[in-house]
């Protein structure tokens, strides 16, 4: 379960957004909307981990988390808006390297069947560089699938998909939600998730915790 | 009366209390130069070797004294400000280097003055004028990596980090710099003598706490300068007289 | 075109840190690895080490014993020069293409997986020096004796420019004037290499053994090794906030 109270951030001197709070169990979903600038991409950084909030605090299963805890990073996986990709390396090391960075082995079979799903197996081998961004964010949802983390937090997960990649999307977050996980994303596209799961947060204007 | 720390941390509540105690600490400093220079130039007699040219370490020996243990506080505040994360802390490690940075220069100006009549040269590569040069440098890099930096307080952390490693660097620097310096036989600084004059060591420690004066209230007014300006959008900022009569002039 | 429906992955269950060598291990292997598919830039800061050993006797003179005087010092300097141009992309291209993010929110430590980045970046630039710099001293008349403690010195000294780089490469990330910022920063504290070094090879040829300042360099190392990954890892994450 994650939960948030009194959060606040800042850029520079102005105040981005503050008194930001929710919780969000197992299974369920958050969905940050928001108009350009209000701190979407600043607030799922910090549920991810990598800033600290100028107020208020984030806890993972009770336990109150600081930027770059361990126990969070354990249960993280963070997709920003860069794909997190290495140019010179092949879509299958990307994503090879992508997994055992986050701890998890990589078995062969895993990657193949991941590459299978988002559609890449005929690309596998190719540098990064020749891939399109829809292709490059496909890697990204790959790794999503491969390394099975609890907290999934995506950040415009839907930019640059086609059709058939935010269909995709939408069918990993389903699964995901379905075995106990838990999602949150800023994105304006509608995930196709069932009302009772989701939960919106969106910036701009006061929100009751 | 009682003090409470902890009440004293947060910018709003030092910056009133810096600002009475700047007159103390720059009355302190002027009075105590007065009576250092005093010492100095009048009481203390000629030396042997050196002549009068000598007396300049009354202001060379304090600026360098200052100018370490300058760069300690400010390693000092830095930890703080990396390990509690407080505002103030950062702002003091911030006040701390221009001043500590004009210590070094001062101490290696009068260095080189004395180093003319006394070596024939303006610049020897003794040990304690180049690990003084490297601390420059050091206090340099601080200060332009500050600038370099956009938002305070990655910049308060970023410099803590650099003003942590440096501190431990230095004596490193400076025992390297001498190791090699007795390996070249080079112009070795002698103070004066081996035993040095009452009133020579009384004019200088009596000079060294003038410049320790003095710094305390210059870092004291540069701190408010910079609470002021970080603190900008605080409510207790925009209620200061001063602030308030221009206000609408910047907007 | 329909995708096939993703496979059910095993249960969720957080994922406990594997130990500092496996982060080392995976940061060291993929920079290799980048490395070697970017060839051509290592050759060209190799290039770079030889031009500007080369430079010196051109400018100054060719005079037997001034260069040979002159040899250990320069080929030292050069050495940081080399470094100092590779270094700030030690971080900047991980931070450009967000996966710095990622080596950040890994469950390895920050600093061992900052460590492994070092060392593939000491095996990629400070190694060829270390192995070149011997051939290229001959070129300042030095004999035998003086290269052999040129190498050791350069062997110990390149890991600690690595390492006291790296953290001037993490403070610096993403700023304006990054590269001569990260020089400026550094080179304060790589004078202590700089002259136990150089000096290893004027105390050989002073007759006064070596040992002494090569193994004050052995000590820097040593504390190198243990401090810098902390530091860089503490200034990875403030660049990242």
Redesign the interface.
């Known amino acids: 379960m994650l939960e948030a109270q009194n959060l606040a951030a800042r850029r ?2 102005a105040e981005l957004f503050k008194d930001v709070g929710f919780r969000v169990k197992s299974g369920g979903a958050l969905v940050v909307t928001g108009p350009n600038g209000t701190g979407k991409t600043t607030l799922l950084r910090m549920l ?5 909030p100028a107020a208020g605090e984030i806890r993972w299963n009770g336990r109150r988390i600081e ?2 805890s ?2 969070l ?4 996986a ?1 997709a ?10 092949t879509a299958e ?1 990307n994503l090879v ?2 997994v ?5 082995s990589a078995p062969r079979a895993d990657i193949d ?2 590459l ?4 890449l197996s005929h690309r596998r081998s190719l540098p990064s560089r020749v891939l399109s961004a829809g292709q490059r964010r496909r890697i990204g949802l790959a790794r999503l ?2 390394s ?3 907290l999934w937090i995506l950040d415009e997960p839907v930019t640059a998909l086609d059709a ?1 990649g935010a269909a ?1 999307l939408a ?2 977050v389903h ?1 995901h939600l379905d ?3 838990i999602v949150v994303a800023a994105t304006h596209q509608s995930l196709g998730l069932e009302p009772s799961r989701v939960q919106s947060l969106v910036l701009g204007e006061t929100v009751p915790a | 009366m009682s003090l409470n720390w902890f009440k004293l941390s947060s910018p709003a509540s030092f910056y009133p209390v810096a600002g009475t105690l700047i007159p103390w600490f720059a009355w302190g400093a002027a009075i105590l130069t007065a009576i250092g220079l005093w010492l100095g130039f009048a009481v203390a007699p000629t030396d042997f070797q050196q002549g009068e040219v000598y007396r300049i370490i009354f202001i060379h020996v304090p600026s360098a004294w200052l100018s370490m243990f300058l760069y300690v506080v400010m390693a000092f505040w830095g930890a703080l400000a990396l390990g509690f994360g407080t505002r103030l802390s950062g702002m003091m490690a911030q006040a701390i280097a221009p001043t500590g940075a004009l210590m070094t220069f001062i101490a290696l100006w009068t260095g080189a003055l004395w180093g003319r009549p006394t070596w024939g040269t303006y610049w020897a590569w003794d040990a304690r004028m180049t690990s003084e040069l490297i601390l420059l440098f050091l206090y340099l890099g601080i200060i332009a990596l500050r600038q370099a930096i956009g938002d305070p307080r990655r910049a308060d952390r970023a410099c803590a980090v650099l003003s942590i490693v440096g501190v431990v660097n230095i004596p490193i620097i400076y025992f390297s710099v001498k190791w090699w310096n007795t390996l070249h036989q080079g112009a070795s600084v002698k103070l004066t003598g081996t035993s040095m004059e009452t009133t020579m060591l009384t004019g200088m420690l009596v000079m060294s706490f003038a410049f320790w004066f003095y710094s305390i209230a210059v870092v004291l007014a540069r701190l408010r300068a910079i609470v002021l300006e970080r603190e900008r959008d605080a409510a207790w900022v925009r209620a200061l007289p001063a602030v308030r009569a221009h206000a609408g002039v910047l907007r | 075109m329909s995708a096939p429906a993703p496979s059910t992955a095993t249960a969720l269950a957080p994922v406990p840190s594997d130990g500092v060598l496996a982060g080392v291990r995976w940061a060291l292997a993929r920079d290799l690895k980048l490395a070697f598919r970017s060839r051509a830039e290592l050759g060209v800061q190799l290039l770079f080490y030889v031009i500007v050993v080369t430079l010196f006797p051109l400018a100054t003179t060719p005079e037997r014993n001034l260069l040979s005087t002159m040899g250990p010092g320069v080929l030292w300097v050069a050495a940081l020069l080399a470094s100092l141009l590779s270094l700030p992309r030690l971080f900047a291209t991980d931070h450009a293409d967000g996966t710095l993010e990622q080596i950040a929110l890994s469950p390895y430590a920050l600093e061992a997986l900052v460590s492994g980045k070092i060392a593939a970046h000491w095996l990629t630039t400070g190694l060829p020096v270390v192995l070149l710099a011997p051939m290229l001293g001959l070129q300042y008349y030095m004999d035998g004796e003086s290269l052999t403690v040129l190498a050791a010195g350069l062997l110990m000294g390149t890991p600690i420019l690595s390492l006291l780089g790296a953290i001037g490469a993490a403070l610096t990330l993403g700023l304006k004037g990054g590269g001569g910022l990260l020089a400026l920063l550094i080179l304060p504290l790589y004078v202590p290499v700089l002259i136990f070094g150089a000096g290893a090879v004027d105390a050989v040829r002073a007759g006064l053994g070596a040992t002494a300042n090569l193994s004050l360099l052995g000590a820097g190392f040593a504390l190198a090794v243990v401090g810098a990954p902390f530091a860089a890892a503490a200034a990875v994450r403030i660049a990242l906030d």
């Open positions: 520079g001197f991810a981990g990598l800033s600290a930027p770059f361990a126990e990073r354990a249960v993280v963070y920003g808006h860069l794909p997190a990709l290495k140019d010179e390396l090391e390297s992508l055992e960075l986050s701890g998890t069947r991941a299978d799903s988002v559609a699938l491969v099975r983390r609890p058939a995709l069918r990993l699964d075995r106990g996980g």
